[in-house]
Each structure stands twice: as C-alpha cells, then as structure tokens.
C-alpha cells in the first residue's frame, strides 16, 4: 500500500524534495505538502483505494506522514469490509 | 483589611479597569468619520498628484485609530474585526487610498497579535506602536517569485542569534512612509521556497531604496513602488509561526474581510452621489422619474447584498478566531483541527473577494450613468471617475483570475459547495 501511496504523494503532493528521499515517518509538510496540495493527495486516495475519507479524519495529522496516511488508509478499508 | 480600605481598593480596582477598557465602537466609529471627513477634503488632490494622503493617516495617528485592533491587554481597544471593518468602510467614503492603507495596516498588525504574544521583543513592539502609533506596511511580493505570496526567494541568515536579509520587492505600498515592514523570507539559506517565515522589521532596523514608480490607474495615494529592503536585527523579530499558518488565520482572513470593507466604501460614497443627483433630478421635474432610476435602485440593491455578503464573511473569520482561542485554552493540538473547516473559511475568503471586488465596479459603473456628465467630469460634487479607477484596483489585488483557480481547488475538497441558509 506504501508503494501506492508514494505513487500518489509523486504525483499530486508538489513536494520541495523527491519522495524517495524521505522516510516513511517524515513530516509531510515539513517537506512543503501545501493545503491545496492536499486536496488533489485526498482525492487520488479515494479513487486508488475506493474509500471515502470522513471529514473528521481529514486532520493535518492525516496527511503528515506517509505512515499516517497508510494506516487510515487501513483502517477505512477494515470498516468498509465490517459494514 | 477594614471596611473602609476595602472599598478604597474596589474603586481603585474600578478605575483601573476602567482605564484599561477601550473606547467603543460608536465613539471609535466617530473618530473614523472625523478622520473620513478630512481624508475627503485632500482625496483629489492625493490622487492628483499621487501622493501619500498625508493628512488623513496624521488624523488616524492623532484619533488612535492605528490600534483600534489591538487587545485591551496590549493598550488597544480590543475592536473586533466586525467593528474595525466600519471604520474601513467610514474612511473609504472619504478617501480610498487612506482607507486601502489603514485596511493593510491591520492585516499586519493582526500578525503580531495573533502569534507573537508569546515573544517579549513582540510584545514591547505592539506596545510601542500603541504608544507612537506606529503604521505598518507589507513586504511578500518578490521580483524573482512574482504575485505568489506563498513563496519567497530571499532566506533569513541568523548567525549567533541575528539576522540578515535582502529583499527585491516590486511593491511595497506606503513603504517610504512606514514606520515598521512584515517581510517575509525563506526559514534558513537552505529552505524551499515555500517554508517561508515573517519577520517584524521596525524604521531603525531596516532601509528602504526605491525602484520604480506609481503612476497608476487608480488608488494612486498608496504609493506602491518597487524597493529593494535591507533588513537585519535580533532573532526574536522573527514570529515563532511558519508563515502558511500566520497567512491561513489571520493576514488573508484580515486583508480580505477589510479590502472588501474598503471596497463596499467607495461604492457607497458613489451610490450617495447618485442618489443626491438623482434627488435633485426630480426635484427639478416633480411628479416624474429621471430615467436612470432602475439604476439607481439596481445599485442600492446590490450594495446592500455586499453588505450583506461581507457581514457573513466577518462572522466566519470571528467564530474562527473564537474557536482557536479555545482550542489553545484547552491545549487541544492544532493537527487534530478538521481541514473542512480551514478550507470552508479559506474558500468563503476566496468568494468574498470574488464577489466583492467585481460588484463594487458594477456599481460604480451605474452611478456613473446615473450622473451622466456631472460624474464623468471629476470637479463637480457627483463625479465618479476617482471611485471607479480605484476600484479597477479590486480585481487585480491578488489576482481574481489566480483566487478563481484556487478556489476551484478548494472546493474539490467539500462534499457540498453552496452549504445552507
């Protein structure tokens, strides 16, 4: 799922530095991942993953790793397959 | 403690509250109106000649109005935004140019309440410009990096606790008449250009030189010329806050609400113009309309919904700026505040800006034809020619063409895009 979403961060995030070069648990926005940003981040999310991201998860927490994405990610994936 | 003491203690107690409440809104709304009137007596000649409406801002310096923002805590008045934005719309019947300055001076004074309190240099700053009146002035735009204020080239070098820095703005308005610049500049030599930090730079520790003139269009007294800024000082002039978060809660909030409050103005003062004309128009032929009268109620009617448009804006960025202060109240970690929030407000801002600035120059654009000549020609008491050039200005302060992209962007993010009654 990590190599999904390093896919997805590539391509819409408009980082300042290449997504290879960070960690799994580096600051997002550290890296220069700007609100709008974000918003073409989430959407690429929903339509890889088929999953609806709620509003009260959309947090500046959500988008501030590459870790914190995957286990939203994870965890809306397990209460789709719950419901 | 006898009873007599205690009731000595309790007035004293009285009166120093007392001295340190602000004045109300009606009595600083007053002191707008009287600054508006003298800003009005030399509007011509400052766009005339293009200069700094000197007499008006002296007259804000003289009514206080430079801290009418500021908390009671910090010497100010403690107006709320709301309030502060009357005033705006008070000074802009007189003078657009003054009014323009006075609304950027609270964009950045907002700056420093908001998230420099923590700093002791910040705090003696805000109460030292109380105390002188200080006006401060902006400094985001960069030659190399162009409208985009999210961005700078220039970096802050700190070396043992101070700091360097050389900017080339392409405008800095009223910049030669400041007495304090808000620069922005990149974090450290290294940062990209979007890590960006705000620097509080005071007259005595930074020099301006002029590039460029201001021969505009309108809003000619702002004197927005091209500088190249050298700058250095101590670190704690530099606000704790990256810039993105200052920028998002207060500058862009603050600078929209009131710009628009400045715009709705000058509008105003033009659809008064008409409005009088159009009353001795048909004093002269009674019992029959001029015809131009669908104008003028065209023209009431929309500057009424900017008004309207702009009160729901202001309670937006209030209630904002009450949540924040009762998320740190509680300790609550900012990381955890919803985006949905942020991006309602960012892109409500973004639809004000919009709605505002292209409605005010339709306005101008009927009293215009309600005035026929008399506000073509620019020295009768019904011209509207100056309302109208400064208000070419709205369209172009921050791009409505780059706020449309944005906003288009920001709404990709709500589920819903109008919200409800």
Known sequence: MKTELRRILAESARLDVPIDTLSDSDDLYAAGLSSLATVHVMLAIEDEFGVEIPDHMLTRRLFSSVDSLASAVEELRRQQAAA | MNAATQELEASHLAKADRNAAGRSETELLEAAHRVSAIAAKYASAVDK??????????????ERLFSAMVPVLHGGDGLPLSGVARLCEALAQGCASAAIIYAMHQSQVVCIVEHGANVQWQRD??????REQLLLASATSEETIGGNMRTSACAVDLVDGAFNIEKLAPTISYGKYADCILVTARRHPDAPPSDQVLIVAPGET???????????????????????????????????????????????????????????????????????????????KPGALPPSASRLAQAVTLVRMMQARLRESLAAVEAAQRERVARQASLADDIDAP?????????????????????????????????????????????????LRDLHSAPLMISNDRIELNTANLLLAQRAATGDL
């Not at chain 2, 700053?125 to 109380?130: E, G, N, P, Q």
Request: net charge neutral; hydrophobic share 45%.
């Open chain 2, 339 to 387: 985006l949905t929030a942020s991006i309602g407000l960012a892109s409500d801002l973004n639809m004000l800006k919009l709605a505002i600035s292209q409605s005010a120059v339709q306005v101008v654009q009927e009293t215009l034809m309600i005035c026929g000549m008399a506000g073509y020609k620019n020295d009768t008491p019904y011209s509207v020619g100056r309302h």
């Open chain 2, 125 to 130: 700053f805000l109460a030292r410009m109380v």
């Open chain 2, 206 to 284: 930074c020099t301006l030189e002029p590039r460029g003139t201001w021969d505009t269009l309108g809003m000619r007294g702002t004197c927005s010329e091209g500088h190249r800024l050298i700058a250095s000082g101590a670190a704690e002039q530099i606000l704790p806050v990256p810039f993105s978060k200052i920028a998002d809660e207060s500058m862009l909030p603050v600078s929209h609400t009131l710009w628009s409050s400045v715009w709705i103005g000058i509008a105003s003062d033009a659809v008064n113009r008409a409005h009088q004309f159009f009353r001795n128009q048909a004093r002269g």
């Open chain 2, 49 to 62: 000649e293009a200069r700094f409406p000197a007499e008006a801002v002296a007259a804000m310096r003289t």
